[in-house]
C-alpha cells in the first residue's frame, strides 16, 4: 500500500476530485496555499493499493495541466524600494507535485 501526497492547484481540484471518485479511489482534501505564488492549492491524500498506483497517477495527470500565467513579482524587502518598478513575468502554474510514501500499516475503524 502507498500514501500519494498531490499538491494541485486550486482550479484543478474539482475536477480531479470528480475523477477520482468516478474511480472508485477514496481521497482527503486540504486546503493549502503555496510559497511561491502565495495561491490556493489543494493537497490530496490518497491512500492506495500499489496495484492501482499507477491508475492514480493517470487519473492526475489527465487532471491537472500546467498553464502559463502573468504574475507581478513581489518587491524586494532589503533596501530601497522607490527605484523598483514591478513588471509581470510568465511562469508555469498548475500541474500537480505528487509524492509516493510506502505505507506500513493501515487501519480503518
Known amino acids: 500500500m502507498k500514501l500519494?501526497?498531490?499538491v494541485v492547484q486550486d482550479k484543478d481540484s474539482n475536477r480531479l476530485s470528480n475523477a477520482l471518485i468516478k474511480a472508485g479511489i477514496r481521497a482527503t482534501?486540504?486546503?493549502s496555499t503555496g510559497g511561491f505564488l502565495r495561491a490556493g492549492n489543494t493537497t490530496?491524500?490518497?491512500?492506495?493499493?500499489d496495484d492501482r498506483l499507477e491508475?492514480?497517477?493517470s487519473i492526475i495527470k489527465a487532471n491537472c495541466k500546467v498553464r502559463e500565467q502573468l504574475v507581478t513579482?513581489?518587491?524586494p524587502m532589503?533596501?530601497?524600494t522607490d527605484s523598483y518598478i514591478p513588471f509581470?513575468?510568465?511562469v508555469q502554474v498548475g500541474g500537480a507535485a505528487v509524492f509516493v510514501l510506502p505505507v506500513e500499516r493501515f487501519e480503518h475503524f
Do not use: C
Open 4 to 6: 500519494v501526497i498531490a
Open 29 to 31: 482534501k486540504l486546503a
Open 44 to 49: 490530496f491524500l490518497i491512500g492506495i493499493d
Open 55 to 57: 491508475e492514480v497517477f
Open 73 to 75: 513579482p513581489v518587491s
Open 78 to 80: 532589503g533596501g530601497t
Open 88 to 90: 509581470p513575468v510568465e
